[in-house]
């Protein structure tokens, strides 16, 4: 889901980062958005 504004929350494939140096990259299983953070 990506977060594009008030009201406005999308499911969107995006493409895995490639890390740089001394990075990593995290994949997330599960999160969980408040319906407050969405409205405002």
Do not use: Q
Not at 7 to 20: I, K, Q, T, Y
Not at 25 to 39: F, M, N, S
């Amino acid at each position: 889901m990506v977060f594009h504004g008030p009201g406005d929350l999308r499911h969107e494939e995006l493409p895995v980062p490639e890390p740089a140096p001394g990075e990593l990259v995290l994949r997330i299983d599960a999160a969980l958005t408040c319906g407050t953070d969405v409205k405002t």
